[in-house]
């Protein structure tokens, strides 16, 4: 079930990266920890997002937001900070295109981080990622080319039981002079709830280790 739920595309939040100086914010695309995949959301599923950024030496941060599968192979989406640091900034917008390549491969196009206030959420985020499946595990790999920041990415995810699945991810920031390491993991609690959790250690001298815990809600809105 819980792989079945990872291929529509619910799948973690990178904002890990945020407290690293790669964004302010930006909307949550499917991926893994702190990278985008070829992974989308079904078509005419939505998915409600609840969660938050905390680490030992900061203010917690919550959010919300959505992502919706509007045809097939599409997806786009919405965040916003609804308390603590940020809260001011407004919404965050995300789409991106997937492609088939072949049974056990994609690629996927999208642009994640897009709002009209770049002075508190930085630049948009533009990416290509590819994902070959190798039934053991999902490998994945992009480019970003984000304004100063352009950025490699990988990543792979591993079921260690129908219901759990393991997560790594590593990209990076400063326009390549640092990265993220990230490791976390993706639960099935319900066919329709799922939680995520994840920390994320950058490679900055004094930069703080940070942590994600998010729950999403999965709601079919199309036809049987």
């Given at each position: 079930?819980?792989?079945?739920?990872?291929?529509?595309?619910?799948?973690?939040?990178?904002?890990?990266?945020?407290?690293?100086?790669?964004?302010?914010?930006?909307?949550?695309?499917?991926?893994?920890?702190?990278?985008?995949?070829?992974?989308?959301?079904?078509?005419?599923?939505?998915?409600?997002?609840?969660?938050?950024?905390?680490?030992?030496?900061?203010?917690?941060?919550?959010?919300?937001?959505?992502?919706?599968?509007?045809?097939?192979?599409?997806?786009?989406?919405?965040?916003?900070?609804?308390?603590?640091?940020?809260?001011?900034?407004?919404?965050?917008?995300?789409?991106?295109?997937?492609?088939?390549?072949?049974?056990?491969?994609?690629?996927?196009?999208?642009?994640?981080?897009?709002?009209?206030?770049?002075?508190?959420?930085?630049?948009?985020?533009?990416?290509?990622?590819?994902?070959?499946?190798?039934?053991?595990?999902?490998?994945?790999?992009?480019?970003?080319?984000?304004?100063?920041?352009?950025?490699?990415?990988?990543?792979?995810?591993?079921?260690?039981?129908?219901?759990?699945?393991?997560?790594?991810?590593?990209?990076?920031?400063?326009?390549?002079?640092?990265?993220?390491?990230?490791?976390?993991?993706?639960?099935?609690?319900?066919?329709?709830w799922l939680m995520e959790?994840?920390?994320?250690?950058?490679?900055?001298?004094?930069?703080?280790?940070?942590s994600i815990l998010k729950?999403d809600f999965v709601m079919?809105?199309?036809?049987?």
């Amino acid at each position: 079930m819980l792989r079945a739920m990872s291929a529509l595309g619910i799948l973690l939040f990178g904002f890990g990266l945020t407290a690293c100086g790669l964004s302010r914010a930006w909307a949550t695309p499917s991926g893994l920890n702190n990278i985008p995949t070829a992974d989308v959301v079904g078509e005419k599923e939505l998915v409600l997002q609840a969660f938050s950024e905390f680490g030992s030496e900061r203010q917690p941060a919550w959010f919300a937001g959505f992502k919706y599968g509007p045809a097939e192979n599409w997806e786009v989406g919405l965040d916003d900070i609804i308390a603590g640091p940020g809260s001011a900034g407004g919404p965050t917008l995300q789409a991106k295109y997937r492609t088939a390549l072949g049974n056990r491969s994609a690629m996927a196009f999208g642009a994640a981080n897009i709002s009209s206030d770049r002075s508190r959420h930085g630049d948009v985020f533009p990416y290509a990622a590819v994902c070959g499946d190798l039934s053991a595990l999902r490998l994945h790999a992009g480019r970003s080319w984000q304004a100063d920041n352009h950025a490699w990415f990988i990543g792979l995810d591993t079921p260690m039981t129908s219901d759990i699945t393991l997560r790594a991810d590593w990209i990076q920031i400063q326009d390549g002079e640092e990265s993220v390491t990230s490791l976390g993991f993706i639960r099935t609690i319900s066919p329709r709830w799922l939680m995520e959790g994840w920390v994320s250690f950058p490679s900055g001298e004094g930069a703080e280790t940070s942590s994600i815990l998010k729950l999403d809600f999965v709601m079919p809105l199309g036809g049987p």
